[in-house]
């Protein structure tokens, strides 16, 4: 399996700067399997999946973005919207705790 990523959160991820993931919906991933983390479908590392939440926008905190290589919950949500279009409070995300291996 693999998760793609944005090339701007490699460093983050490599400097262990970023040791989740936030994807909208209600996502399937393998607790204790091995990922290849990429982009563009290029693999730049592989990571364990420790545990994986779920949560609604609402729900996430500013813990929640500093784990995921943002300085606030403001600039987390900033980003998904970004990357999603719109969003609302009562969407559900699904949270990816990974350490590289």
Known sequence: MKINFNEEFVEAIIRGNKIT??????RSYPVGGIVELAVRN??????????VEFKRIGELTDEDAIRDG???KIEL??????????ISEADEVTIVHF???
């Open 42 to 51: 290029e693999a730049f590392a592989r990571a364990k999946i420790e545990k």
């Open 77 to 86: 949500v900033k980003e998904l919207k970004k990357i999603y279009g719109k």
């Open 21 to 26: 993931t936030i994807r909208k919906g209600r």
């Open 99 to 101: 350490t590289l291996v």
């Open 70 to 72: 943002f300085a606030s």
